[in-house]
């Protein structure tokens, strides 16, 4: 990465996604889709649902984490406890659950990831939530130590054989690192006249996540 880029990656805007971008999340999906490929993983080898990501758009749960007009990943973040992994037991509205958590191959290193749980954890705590949780796929353990090194604890694995995610993990509302860069959150971003966000210039809230 040039020396520029990583200039800006040190400083991201954090943004509900509008309707132009379901398809910059698809294709970030399928970026690091190749890219787990060539790591021989067998995560994600399958194209992006973009009927999912345009309805969590709409619904304003689906992020984008930029700087200008370069993205450098996304986040969803909603309600949705998956029913085949979390159950009552669970007290499952005590949490928010973040899904399609995606740093580019191309701003790895630079601890965009640990942003956007930062981010997400925050978010879980203003909305009196106990939890952030995830579900992870059960191969991947090199992604299971990420977490765990992210201050996330291992609930259970659900095995279901027609799903390929299943390692759920959580972590305390509130608890950030601090290891990414800082995020600028906008809620509501000005736009333009032709529907795109303003968001540079934007006095939106900063956090030194």
Do not use: C
């Amino acid at each position: 990465m040039s020396w520029k880029v990583r200039r800006m990656v040190e400083h991201i805007t954090v943004r509900p996604a509008v309707p132009s971008e379901a398809e910059v999340i698809a294709s970030m999906w399928d970026q690091t889709s190749r890219w787990l490929k060539d790591l021989g993983s067998d995560q994600w080898q399958y194209p992006a649902d973009m009927e999912k990501i345009s309805r969590d758009v709409k619904q304003g749960t689906a992020y984008v984490a930029h700087r200008y007009d370069r993205y450098f990943g996304t986040i969803t973040l909603d309600g949705f406890a998956d029913p085949e992994f979390w159950t009552a037991d669970d007290a499952t509205e005590d949490a928010l659950y973040a899904h399609r958590i995606i740093t580019l191959p191309s701003a790895r290193g630079h601890g965009i990831g640990s942003a956007l749980l930062d981010w997400a954890s925050q978010k879980a705590y203003e909305a009196g939530k106990r939890w952030l949780r995830v579900d992870v796929w059960k191969t991947n353990k090199e992604l299971h130590r990420y977490y765990e090194q992210h201050g996330f604890k291992l609930v259970r694995t659900v095995d279901l054989p027609h799903r390929r995610s299943g390692a759920l993990y959580q972590r305390i509302a509130g608890t950030t690192l601090g290891r990414g860069p800082q995020v600028t959150r906008l809620e509501n971003p000005v736009h333009d006249m032709n529907g795109n966000p303003i968001t540079e210039g934007y006095g939106g809230r900063t956090n030194p996540t």
